[in-house]
């Protein structure tokens, strides 16, 4: 009786210690104080301003056209940062010397004026904030560049180094108390063997000798062994099925070696000039040859190369030989879903690195995202309704704030039905 | 409010409470049905196969999850600007089959098209189409059509073709040979002019043209009366009584989309117009007409002719001239009621006669002209065309043929070795022919047996025009390029004649010279052109129409000479048996015998499908010991002449005493898979009588049943609602002094305290005063569907509309007597009983003629919908828009939901009815053509999946998407179901009610107040409205037309 309550005094004790450690390091989390909201709506919608106009541009780890943003805050005070958002050039005639230093160095690149209000560059600085809190992505394949803004966990601010801290923390705490229990029980023992006056049954249970062959035959242990044995298995089991038609990372060789990365990226051709269908209807469509030869009826080599590109080639010989050319489909959609691109480009104003990634970087498309429904149903809870300017929504829009301050999301509005994929 | 005392019943076994049929009327699946096709008697599954089983699909899923299969994106080589994968296109266009009509629109995806609809713009066929126009589609895609000219039944080429047929008729030409090129109903002034074209190179050419179903005598009689072989142009919305004499013209005569329409429009019923028209109809079979009357007769074939004369003599008393000597007949007082009728509304009346009797035809003529109904109602300024074979060309034809005179002959799409009473002669006389060519698109009963078959394309491959009416032009337009090796009809006759021109050429060089030139307001011919082409229809301005002539007055008929001839012709009394053959709505004259949605289709009346059979009374039934239990039926000897045919026999409430009905349009041989072998051939019954083909038969018919069973698939007492009352109807009388007559307001039983805590009475408590559903809330749309029960006719395009647009299986013969047919919207027949509900004694014996009622039954996006609650796995689900959603991919098909419709609309997928051999009657899935026909945004479900009508949710979705693009609210314009849309009567009207535009809106003038919905609308009520499902789906009572008395 009298082990027992010691012990669990102690775990208390313990676990006390161990709230307040937490605590503690929340707290520390939210003193880095600035005028930076950290609001996650803020964050969200700061998001959804810096993809659609920032990104071309800027990344927040690493340089892209214009600087690495990370702690942009950091170096620049706010009002600095809003007037050159506003209008860079501005800043830089007025002869603002970090800023022409900047301009200098990447090579006079003129930075576009943007019409934000303050609010709104506060928005874009809480989002590149939180991410330059969150680190570097770590290399994967599937959620690299366009995956962040569907791949971030809602609400989890702490960073995952915290986590771990935590665990090895309790981890130590709990050997500790081991420790002492297994003191507590030699100490207890030794005591009662001292006092001499045990009937039998308790002598037999102070005789216990520790035997590790007893504890492994004993049911309690077979039946942790099974139950952890059995749950790997499982877990493994449902992990291996999830993946199964999941193409992430699928990047089948293309009848003809086109790159994404010299045309999207280097001749920066926007995407809707050969997926001409992506605004207008359900299939974005694989260009046709003819649209090709817009540019490749002069074009037949590549730059630089002195003589004619083999793969160009291939598109004169399909025309000449009227046989259509036979793309390998990257992205497939089970025929169950029904997906329709002018839904999310047109009406939503969805980039097509969201779902595609950066697809002007990649000399073979792959697919980079998972394109499961989890995938979709994940994106569908987040992503905010491009209800401005559409008439369509208005109501809707209305009939929302009057119950709810966050953004509309394109769940509030029946986006996760079956029946709106489904039929 | 009164209570409906009716009974409504949907079948003689359940009005008689058969015990077998009780026995399973409970059940939704019941289990004696087989699953094996009824060929495994032990059909449990061992352990052994469970493991095989399991083994397999676990080898199969870690294959499978090995490679995922590569699938190619194979783009346009030269995308065509006006294509965009993903995007619909729309063609005007025109389906033609003989004189059958319909301006339609063609929707294309990638190319292909996928579905037809009315053309809004037609003032010919009114916007709506029939079940035949919607199947067209399918037929394109047959397997069974010609893949390429053939020459004595061998594969050949186009110059070879010509050049051999060329030859002999030039030689023919040489030796004054006789050349007939035979053909249905010519509706194309152009195919007309390449005749012509034809004739003068080779002058011994006649032109021969039959109708299956004929109306050669009617025509004469025109000819007698007004000097022009025409039909006259019919307004039926300008009739306030119509009288008709087995003329089924809201189901197959002659123009029945524009009839069914023009008719529909008098039966509307709101605020502003509380008039509606009367029908009677006089006739043996029950037809679409006779179950729409106020007033239906049956009566013998045999007393038609006197029907008529009795009708014009009491004509002739109210109008004070001298009367006609004529017998009477025993259905005295029901014609003298609507002459009665008909004299009061002179001038906006209508009676028109299916009979093909000259006789009979002069008189209803006679009739018309007395009623003043000429340039009213009736328009002969503007004829119809849509029936021209003359018989007695055909015949001499036939005998010409038979004795070898004639050398040539080319069937122009045509097949009357089957669809001609003298099939059989012009089978043997075809041999004595030099040269036989048929243009037909497969090889039918007639190509079969021609040297030469130069197989036309399909409508929706050609070019071609129609004047269906004098003065209303319309376009047949391709919207494929053509799938075979065929050529036009038109342009193989071109090419035959020596013009190598193109049909294509020469119908543009004939409208340039001809229409375009004709008018003014269009001045260069390409822009005329293309509008015409874009609309499908063109009328030439007006001012060219000919003098409106009185030509009735300047007739020189002579009546007493007609009415003599109906006294010799016909018998007001008639002891033997009488047979009336009739076309069935969806087969028709038998030329889509190989459409299997159209086989497949249950006849409006009979419900049965994939056959013919003929139709009996009640009485001839109970005398002959014949019982339809569970559409098992005995099979019969029909004896004609001599001949014995054994025939199914199926119990007709409604059927006149002594007669017989049979559908024509079966027994084809050379159809194709789908066709062939079904039913029996009718078209060899139709004999002479009065000189003109008759579809009646008074004498020399016996019946007689057997002791076999024959099981016909009927799916009429397969949706039983337990002997509720379904059918809310009152009478015009009623319904003008209280709009909401008919209605039945059902109350629960709640205690008096209960009753006063709601505020309400006890007894008065309606059903969803006390519930317990939370209700749900819809933000953005609200759909729904009204559905007036006065407006449909029953004819069954919503069924087949929808089974294009949602890519419903067929199933076949077999699966339908199993009760698995699949059609998602399906139209109830309610017959009813003047019996009182409690009157088991009066019960006993079945009404003889009872009244119709046809109800489209559809899932009814219930509110409260008990299907998805019982769903384990959540497939079916609500949505915020007030859809019942169903997600195959996630139905695990325990039919549970099926089980708990209190409407019985859902349909369980039994097997994989696509790429399997067993269902090789599906065409539009088991072979890559059909395939073509599918309708890429929707699932095609695979076994083991519930399905059920969506709303056409892949409809609604991209209504809402085009408007969204365009930053606006989607109105009535952007969506519509495939039923609504269909339906040639405007009778399933489809909308948002949050939309207070909307016509579905204003029809049930829905008010929306604080969570508080409401249908102020009278005669709107729900199906089982006690249940509380709150459907999304209204019906407007039925209103009846008929004398105050005897409502």
Known sequence: MKVSSCCWRLTSLAFTLLFLLISNISFAQEAGDSEIPSDESVISSGETLFNNNCRVCHAVHEQVVGPALNEVYVRRPLPWLQEFIKNSQKVIQGGDEYAVNLYNQFNKTEMPSFDFSNEEVLSILAYVKSETEKGPAVAQTTDAAGGEGVAAQPGSTVDSGFVTAILIALLVVLVLILVVLGILISVVTKYIKQKSELNETDQEIVDQKFSLIKLAKSPGFIWIVTFVFTAIVLKTVIDGLLTVGVQAGYAPTQPIAFSHKLHAGDFEIDCNYCHTGVRISKNANIPSPNICMNCHSGINKVTGATESSKEIQKIYDAIENNEPIRWVRVHNLPDLAYFNHSQHVKVGGIECQTCHGPVETMEVVQQSTSLTMGWCIDCHRKTEINSQGNEYYDKLVELHSETSKDPMVVEDIGGLECAKCHY | MEKNKKLYWKGIEQLNKEPEFEKFLNKEFPEYLPINGGKEENSGSSRRDFLKLMGFSVAAASLAACEAPVRKAIPYLNKPVEVNPGIPNYYASTYVNGGDYCSVVVKTREGRPIKVDGNKLSKVSGGGTLPQVQASVLSLYDQERLPAPSIGGEKSTWEEIDNQIKTKLASISAKGGKIAIVSKTILSPTTLKVIEEFKENYPETDLVIYDPISSSGMLKANQLTFGQRLLPNYSFDKADVIVSFSADFLGTWINPVKFSSDFTKTRKLDDKKKTMSRLYAFESNLSLTGANADYRVAVRASKEGLLVSNLYNELLKKAGLTTIRTSSVEELPAIQKAANDLWKAKGKSLVVSGSNDENVQLIVNKINDLLGN????????????????????????????????????????????????????????????????????????????????????????????????????????????????????????LKWTGNDQTYYDYLMAIWRSGLYANQSDVLDFQTFWDKTLHDGVYTPPMGESTDETDVTSESTVDIQTAINNISKNYKAENSENELVLYEKIAVGDGTHANNPWLQEMPDPISKACWDNYLTVSQSWAEANGVKMVEAKSKLGVLTIDGQEIKVPILVQPGQAEGTFGLAVGYGRTSAGKVGNGIGINAYPFIQKNNNYYSLARFEGIQVVATDEIYEIAQTQTHHTFMGRAVIQEANLSEYQKDPAAGRESIHIATSEALARELGLEKGEVPPGALTLWKGHEYPNHHWAMAIDLNSCTGCGSCTIACQAENNVPVVGKQEVINRREMHWIRIDRYYSSDAPKDDRLGLEVPSSNPEVTFMPMLCQQCNNAPCETVCPVAATTHSTEGLNQMTYNRCIGTRYCANNCP????????????????????????????????????????????????????????????????????????????????????????????????????????????????????????????????????????????DEKLA
């Open chain 2, 903 to 1042: 409407y019985k609309v859902r349909r369980f997928n039994w097997f994989k009815y696509h790429d399997n051999k067993q269902f090789d009657t599906n065409l539009p899935m088991n072979n890559d053509l059909g395939k073509m026909v599918l309708n890429p945004d929707v699932t095609v479900r695979s076994r083991g999946v519930m399905e059920k009508c969506t709303f056409c949710v892949q409809r609604i979705q991209a209504g809402k998407l085009e408007a969204k693009k365009e930053g606006r609210r989607p109105t009535d314009d952007d969506i519509n179901t495939a039923c609504a849309s269909a339906c040639p009567t405007g009778g399933i009207v489809f909308g948002d009610l949050k939309d207070p535009n909307s016509e579905v809106a204003k029809l049930l003038k829905f008010k929306e107040e604080e969570k508080f919905q409401k249908v102020e609308e009278p005669r709107a009520y729900n199906v089982l409205e006690e249940i509380n499902v709150k459907p999304n789906i209204w019906y407007f009572t039925k209103i009846r037309n008929k």
């Open chain 2, 374 to 493: 000429y340039g009213k109602t009736l328009d002969i300024t503007a004829p119809a065309k849509f029936r021209q074979g003359n018989e007695g060309e055909m015949d001499s034809f036939i005998s010409q043929l038979s004795a070898g005179r004639v050398n040539g002959v080319i069937f122009l799409g045509c097949n009357p070795v089957y669809d001609h009473p003298k099939g059989a002669e012009i089978k043997a006389g075809l041999e004595k022919a030099e040269l036989s060519v048929s243009t037909s698109d497969r090889k039918d009963e007639t190509a079969a047996l021609t040297g030469y078959i130069a197989p036309d394309h399909h409508y929706l491959e050609s070019w071609n025009d129609a004047e269906p009416v004098a003065g209303s032009y319309s376009l047949t337009q391709p919207v494929i390029s053509p799938l075979f090796n065929t050529r036009q009809a038109g342009e193989s006759l």
